[in-house]
């Protein structure tokens, strides 16, 4: 919530949700903030919750530099014509890219961040290997010569 006033402080507008509710536990309302730009929370920080942050691009390339203008890379999606948004999708920096889909990967493929936003993976089979140690045992000669 922190994170959604600072952003409104510096700028940004409040679409929908943004207050907390009364009653006990945790529970944060589906958030969208426009207007978000750099120097505000909701563009330079990870948000954990269900705020989504809409910032504008004038064209593609606009969008490449805005996608890639973070330390953080997790997950990303890119929708439109299929080749001009995989095209897209090979230049961003992020860990796991969805073309006309959500970011989760294919079933077995590993879940990885990039950038500040995780290191190693896991799921999948490389995933998997993370946990594993590769060893080397190497036997000298018998005196029989095998």
Known sequence: ??????????????????????????YYPATVLTDVKPGQPAYDEELFGPVASVIRAEDDEDAMRIANDSRFGLAASVWGDPDRAEEIAARMTAGMIGVN?????????PWVGALESGYGWHSGKYGHRQFCQIRTISRGRSKDGD
């Open 1 to 26: 919530h922190q994170q959604v006033r600072d952003s409104v402080d510096k700028g940004a507008r409040i679409a929908c949700g943004g207050s907390l509710l009364g009653g006990q536990g945790y």
């Open 101 to 109: 889909r959500g970011c989760g990967g294919a079933d077995g493929s």
